[in-house]
């Protein structure tokens, strides 16, 4: 097996790590230190220079401060990490996933699995020297039928029509997921193959998943035959699945359902953008207050990360924008505006909205959003430019 990491190994045992260190040292490429944490040391990374390329973390059964540590710490300021535990207590799968942790593996620890997820970052080391990673943008619904899901398809359509990003848009509702039918696509193939099959993928294997859209825009979504799945997803075969569709796109567009469990919470932790969709009533608020305290202080998305949009935008409606800042405790907000006609018109056709209806409000407001996510500068492409600025004079008093 070609793999090639330096690899940190952390213990409050000196036993675990001269087990880990024997399990490990047949492989060559693999260069190990060891750390032994004692009391008041509970910073695996305290006085390290350089972060190495992995972290095997070994916990004891009632230590958990290494683990706050890690999530306390910025993403860029921790290396991939796999946990290992001997047990499954909720509390350390929470912090784990705060910690942005690629794997929790349990003991007695089996070799292949350890090795296998070495493996999974040896390879997003390689690719992500050869070229960088395309970024994961994650929408959400703050209450049931925001509008995330429109968005998401908009946004991710305009990143490849008018920015000419590589993107691939991924449907994470396994029951009632409809993406595919927002483009007029009918998938023989979709998101529960790929899961059920994602450990023997490579690139190629995985864009057989995949369908396109005349646009470019790559779509992994509901097989229309598929059944409908009751059991839990595997947040390894999750984080396995991103890791394929980041190496090839210079962003992965994902509409989460809303609820907030392992998997998700994997995508969240990974997501350089974290969209969430409000509108202007009590309820929704009542509930993306929750759930921005949930992303906030249990998943560690900063300020940076969260972009607060409020869809179907009324400038008359009671709950102001000014409402909803000082409610949710955020900053810039995107508007879109409501225009339920074009909407329904575009999704009953299964036409983009900038296909449908270019010149719209709706569509230059998705546009806008689509460059604070990473599209093309506005500034840059002269039409668009002019159309964005008759967008905001509509908006003005």
């Known amino acids: ?31 190990l230190e060891r750390r032994l944490t004692v009391n008041g040391h509970v910073d695996p990374l305290s006085d ?16 958990h401060a290494e683990l706050e540590s890690l999530a306390a710490r910025a993403s860029d300021r921790r290396p991939p990490l796999i ?20 794997d929790l593996l349990h003991l007695p620890l089996v070799e292949a699995e350890l090795v296998a997820a070495l493996k999974r970052i040896d390879r997003d080391h390689r690719s992500g020297n050869a070229r960088g990673q395309g970024s994961v943008i994650a929408f959400m ?24 990003r590589r993107v691939t848009l991924i449907d994470f509702d396994l029951q009632f997921g409809a993406i595919p039918l927002y483009f007029d696509l009918f998938p023989k193939r979709g998101m529960l193959q790929a899961l059920e099959n994602v450990e023997g993928l490579d690139e190629l294997a995985f864009n057989g998943y995949l369908v396109e859209h005349e646009s470019g825009l790559k779509v992994l979504g509901q097989a ?24 090839n796109n210079d962003h992965v567009v994902i509409d989460l359902p809303r609820r907030i469990d392992s998997a998700a919470a994997l995508v969240v932790e990974r997501a350089q953008h974290v969209v969430l969709i409000v509108q202007q009533s009590v309820t929704t608020l009542r509930d993306a207050t929750r759930l921005v305290n949930c992303l906030r ?19 008359d409606a009671g709950i102001t924008t000014e409402d909803i800042r000082a409610t949710l ?23 983009p909205l900038l296909t449908h209806a ?30 964005l600025s008759g967008f905001r004079k509509s908006r003005s008093p």
């Open 329 to 351: 405790g955020c900053g810039e907000l995107s508007l879109v505006p409501n225009d339920f006609r074009t909407v329904s018109e575009c999704i009953n056709a299964g036409t």
């Open 48 to 63: 390290v220079n350089t972060l190495p390329d992995a972290m095997i973390l070994h916990l004891g059964e009632a230590s």
């Open 224 to 247: 229309a035959e598929d059944a409908l799945p009751t059991q839990r997803v595997n947040p390894q075969h999750v984080n396995q699945l991103v890791d394929l569709a980041v190496e």
């Open 141 to 164: 619904n703050a209450k049931g039928g925001c509008g995330a899901t429109l968005l998401a398809c908009n946004v991710a359509h305009a990143l490849v029509a008018l920015s000419e």
């Open 358 to 387: 270019r010149n719209s409000a709706i569509t230059r407001a998705v546009v806008a959003l689509q460059s604070r996510l990473g599209g093309a500068e506005l500034e840059r492409q002269g039409l668009l430019a002019r159309t």
């Open 297 to 315: 202080r249990d998943l560690g998305v900063n300020k940076d990360r969260l972009v607060l949009v409020v869809n179907r935008y009324e400038k």
């Open 1 to 31: 097996m070609d793999i090639s990491l330096n690899v940190l190994l952390v213990s409050r045992r000196k036993e675990t790590l001269e087990s880990l260190e024997s399990i490990l040292r047949k492989y060559p490429g693999l260069r």
């Open 83 to 102: 946990v290992v535990s001997s047990g499954s207590d909720a509390a350390v799968m929470r912090l784990a996933m705060q910690a942005g942790a690629r």
